[in-house]
């Protein structure tokens, strides 16, 4: 059974920077992304891990998705964070065609 949980959100000033974490169980070496939900919005793609990686415009630059497969566990560093970035951050990934999330970690920026 595949199983997300992920750790790291809080409330930081706009520049400043915190790490997401997402440990898995029940899978190994899947492609792992993140995504996010503003408040009164739709979640939205953030990041991807597999071959290669991925990243949403509005983040490009300032996120970095990266992985320890001896911990099979993704992360999700954050810095120069915007108030914009202000959501709860989702761990997800697919398999056998299911898509299966964490239950969230809150990102706060404050301006």
């Known amino acids: 059974q595949v199983h997300l949980v992920e750790s790291g959100g809080g409330l930081v000033q706009a520049g400043g920077s915190l790490r997401l974490s997402c440990a898995a169980s029940g899978i190994i070496f899947n492609v792992m992304g993140w995504y996010r939900q503003a408040p009164g919005k739709q979640r939205e793609f953030v990041a991807r891990i597999g071959t290669y990686t991925n990243y949403a415009d509005s983040v490009k630059g300032r996120f970095t998705i990266s992985r320890d497969n001896a911990k099979n566990t993704v992360y999700l560093q954050m810095n120069s964070l915007k108030p914009e970035d202000t959501a709860v951050y989702y761990c997800?990934?697919?398999?056998?065609?299911?898509?299966?999330w964490g239950q969230g970690t809150q990102v706060t920026v404050s301006s």
């Open positions: 997800n990934t697919v398999l056998h065609n299911t898509d299966y």
